[in-house]
């Protein structure tokens, strides 16, 4: 069964650049079977799909974010990035990792970390 | 984007009772519908994919239709963990959206 277990600061200062690590157990990223994602849900809101990653770096972004988002792909290591530039306290918010299936669903996500935005 | 509005955002019913939630996208999305459950503190949890299709290991109790613009998650007998957060996404096109989440509450 894959795990996924994201990783990074907790704290990120105002115009500072967000990152977090999501790294996969229990299977490849490079089996090519699926896509890779990073989604957010502030605090008692809903999700918002942030992007996804194929194992060969191919991605996609959400438009409302695109300008500030990379995400990028290490098989070596078996894990994927996130980084969000210009961070302002509307970042902040709980961020998922998840697996992404055929028919693009999210079948598998990490258990999430929470970042907050503040000086 | 695709616009994806869920009917109602809270509910309350008692174990037992069969609920039905409901999911409207803003243009057809064919069968591109995931459901999910979100417990508090917890990760979404994929139910339901393709509309119809039920998530291995997921009970049977619930079950999923429609198609084209509307669509319906139904828990058939509700069961004590079945109180939480559920979200319709449609997967037909990035960015991929959310509904706003149904409550369901006990009664």
């Known amino acids: 069964q894959v795990q996924l277990q994201e990783s990074g600061p907790g704290l990120v200062k105002p115009s500072q650049t967000l990152s977090l690590t999501c790294n996969v157990s229990g299977g490849s990223i490079s089996s090519g079977s699926y896509y890779w994602s990073w989604i957010r849900q502030p605090a008692g809101k809903g999700l918002e799909w942030i992007g996804r990653?194929?194992?060969?770096?191919?991605?996609n972004y959400n438009p409302s974010l695109k300008s500030r988002v990379t995400i990028s792909v290490d098989t070596s290591k078996n894990q994927f990035s996130l980084k969000l530039s210009s961070v302002t306290a509307a970042d902040t918010a709980v961020y998922y990792c998840a697996r992404v299936k055929n028919i693009y669903a999210f079948d598998n996500w990490g258990q999430g970390t929470m970042v907050t935005v503040s000086s | 984007d695709i616009q994806m509005t869920q009917s109602p955002s809270s509910l309350s019913a008692s174990v037992g009772d069969r609920v039905t939630i409901t999911c409207r996208a803003s243009q057809s999305i064919s069968s591109y519908l995931n459901w999910y459950q979100q417990k508090p503190g917890k990760a979404p949890k994929l139910l339901i994919y393709?509309?119809?299709s039920l998530e291995s290991g997921v009970p049977s109790r619930f079950s999923g239709s429609g198609s084209g613009t509307d669509f319906t998650l139904t828990i058939s007998s509700l069961q004590p963990e079945d109180f939480a957060t559920y979200y319709c996404?449609?997967?037909?096109?990035?960015?991929?959206?959310f509904g706003q989440g149904t409550k369901l509450e006990i009664k």
């Open positions: 990653i194929y194992f060969s770096g191919i991605t």
């Open positions: 996404q449609e997967s037909s096109r990035t960015p991929y959206t």
């Open positions: 393709a509309a119809s």
